[in-house]
């Protein structure tokens, strides 16, 4: 059981926050993360957060998807057991392009959805660790993770002096 | 720092804050069930009985049940079929196809049009299920290793493409839907008090806390999500108009059928999300965000589609003459004036002529008139797919084949099930899950809801709320 300190700078306005995250991380201080109920454009930038690689696993699980049912349809009508329907060749390219659509999409959505949960971290869970139940209605929530010997009153200071409206500490148990 | 365009209408009036988006839309989510909740269910619950029953009967008496006959093989099952897919499609169009589109009105409205979609498809799936008569084989769709020789399905079918794009259009929609759901279920976790509701919710929310790491990550993952979903809903309903356009029957042979079948179906979705949301935002007072605005650019929508929709009878008909055959003409001719008459001209009132009445302003900012019109267009476009399968069919080859075709009381029970099913999931959504999407109606919030946030450095410095000056344009 390990336990962790964090001094939460409550704002509630996404401008002043974004101003505030920038003049904080100016001062030298690390953020341990920054909450809020919807996602605010530019915070990216300021907290130095890079663009998601998900794009990139969404097209390759849509390649295998493609591969895997171009391989199934030609290897099932193709090889495994041929007939004639239609007077159609046994690989019809034309007429597997459809499934091998939907395919690409099922795997591309699926395998980014999924990779996207586990690198989050998103399960169900019965208990959530919320550092403020107000994160996800109306208030934007910075959280800095509290070190031995670090000086709290420094930290109040700069969070108030650039528009957080409270500071409060919180203990997470881990 | 923020704009405030003069020409266009706010998206969210009233002068709401963030905590009162959250209030409103929880509002219905933990309150206990209010009388006419209770009574809509009750109806629908009606309805969902009569589904079980008709259900009942087809499978254990079997298909004879349904009024099908030699000649006439698909009718009204094959009819619900297209038509609650086409429903469904409005869903996803606001949802992604907006989204690129970078469409703001989208935001109030995503939620419960998904949430239409994925009922709707729930309830077009019903048909094909039921008609295999024997459901519980219907895992012999799939191409599974199998004892008969391995025989393995047609690819070169669409009635298989349709398994595939049906199935994978359902499992994407989910998806999609759920992830704009997981930060909602998180604002509704933290605001709950009841262990049940708490505990319920927060498995629901997938440890969401709203985390700027996870929202940028989230972001991408619903750009691109829209954008697989967008070229997938097209897909699905061409393909679906292939099961028709690929047979050699005078009247279903058609190129046009692709974009005349995605057109329909954008046009009769949008019909029934108006549905749904005018009543839906009077039941639970959510007027400040499903606004006239919202109505008045789906009716847009609609004016549009249904215009496409008018232009490809006109088409058909048109070629039908110009083609020069004359099986294929008299097929055209038969719709129009032979004994389903009246069923083709009920088609062409209500899809061509009262879409049109959208072009006045006043029309299309009143909602009695949008109401009665979009119930007017969902059954025009339920008779259009009658139509189209019914009189092409009707006519054999040999004319000692031709046949009329009546449905029995289990046709009729079927398909007014699937009603009361579709609607008893829908109000148990509306009940449970927040109708409107929390999360990015806050996201617009500052630039589309008339009011500007303006914003005093200096008062919050000392730790007091920033002003809000209230200023409507």
């Known amino acids: 059981m390990t336990s962790k300190k964090y001094i939460l700078g409550v704002f509630d306005d996404e401008d002043v926050l974004l101003n505030a995250i920038e003049k904080t991380r100016a001062a030298g201080t690390r953020i341990y993360d920054v909450f809020s109920p919807y996602p605010i454009h530019g915070i990216d930038d300021v907290l130095g957060i890079e663009r998601s690689r998900l794009p990139i696993v969404a097209f390759f699980c849509g390649l295998c998807g493609t591969s895997f049912a171009l391989w199934m349809q030609i290897y099932m009508l193709g090889f495994d057991w041929p007939m004639i329907i239609g007077g159609k060749p046994h690989i019809a390219l034309p007429s597997f392009i459809p499934v091998t659509f939907e395919l690409t999409v099922l795997f591309a959505a699926f395998g980014m959805v999924i990779t996207f949960f586990i690198i989050s971290g998103l399960r169900p869970t019965m208990k959530v660790p919320v550092m403020d139940v107000r994160s996800t209605d109306d208030k934007y929530v910075m959280a800095i993770e509290l070190k031995e010997g670090t000086d709290v009153s420094i930290l109040n200071d700069l969070l108030r002096s650039n528009g957080a409206i409270e500071v409060n500490e919180k203990e997470v148990v881990k | ?473």
């Not at chain 2, 009718?75 to 609650?84: G, K, L, Q, R």
């Not at chain 2, 935001?107 to 998904?114: D, F, G, H, K, P």
């Not at chain 2, 061409?238 to 974009?259: K, L, Q, R």
């Not at chain 2, 639970?284 to 609609?302: G, P, Q």
């Open chain 2, 1 to 473: 720092m923020q704009h405030v365009s003069p020409i266009r209408e706010p998206l969210v009036t009233g002068g709401k804050t963030y905590a009162d988006i959250t209030e409103d839309v929880c509002r219905q989510v933990e309150a206990k069930p209010n009388v006419r909740w209770m009574m809509a269910l009750g109806v629908s619950l009606v309805f969902l009985g009569i589904f079980i029953y008709s259900v009942y009967r087809t499978l254990w008496f079997g298909i004879g049940e349904w009024g099908l006959n030699k000649t006439v093989g698909w009718a009204w099952d094959i009819t619900n079929f297209v038509w609650w897919v086409g429903i469904g499609h409005a869903g996803t169009l606001i949802s992604a196809i907006l989204l690129l589109f970078r469409q703001k009105w989208r935001t109030s409205i995503n939620r419960a049009a998904e949430a239409m979609t994925i009922f709707a498809v729930i309830c077009a799936a019903m048909f094909p299920v039921l008609h295999m008569g024997r459901p519980w084989l219907a895992y012999w769709v799939l191409p599974l290793p199998n004892t008969f020789g391995s025989l393995w399905v047609n690819f070169n079918s669409p009635l298989l493409w349709d398994v595939f794009a049906i199935s994978t259009y359902f499992s994407v929609s989910l998806v999609f839907w759920y992830i704009g759901l997981i930060p909602d279920f998180a604002t509704i976790r933290d605001r709950a008090t009841g262990p049940i509701a708490r505990r319920a919710y927060a498995l629901l929310s997938m440890n969401w806390t709203g985390s700027a790491k996870h929202w940028s990550r989230y972001e991408t993952v619903s750009l691109i999500l829209a954008g697989l979903a967008t070229p997938l809903v097209l897909s699905v309903h061409t393909i679906v108009s292939m099961d028709f356009a690929t047979s050699v029957i005078p009247g279903w042979h058609t190129t046009i059928f692709p974009p005349y079948f995605v057109a329909g179906a954008i046009f009769s979705g949008f019909a029934m999300v108006l549905t749904l949301m005018i009543i839906t935002r009077k039941v639970f007072r959510l007027e400040d965000y499903i606004t006239l605005e919202h109505v008045e650019s789906m009716n847009k929508v609609i004016t549009l589609t249904g215009s496409i929709v008018g232009v490809a009878y006109i088409t058909e008909f048109f070629i039908a003459w110009y083609s020069g055959v004359e099986y294929e003409q008299y097929a055209f001719i038969n719709r129009a004036t032979g004994p389903y008459w009246w069923a083709y001209w009920s088609m062409m009132t209500c899809n061509v002529i009262t879409p049109q009445l959208f072009w006045f302003r006043s029309i299309r900012r009143s909602l009695t008139a949008t109401f009665i019109i979009s119930i007017f267009v969902n059954i025009g476009m339920w008779f259009e797919r009658f139509v189209i399968i019914v009189t092409s069919l009707h006519r054999d080859f040999l004319p000692s084949s031709w046949v009329m075709f009546s449905p029995t009381s289990i046709d009729v029970g079927v398909y007014v099930g699937t009603i009361g099913l579709f609607f008893t999931l829908f109000l148990l959504f509306a009940k449970f899950f927040p109708v409107v999407n929390m999360a990015e109606v806050k996201s617009i919030l500052k630039s589309s809801s008339g009011v500007s946030h303006t914003h005093n450095p200096d008062a919050s410095m000392h730790g007091t709320a920033p002003k809000n000056s209230h200023k409507h344009d």
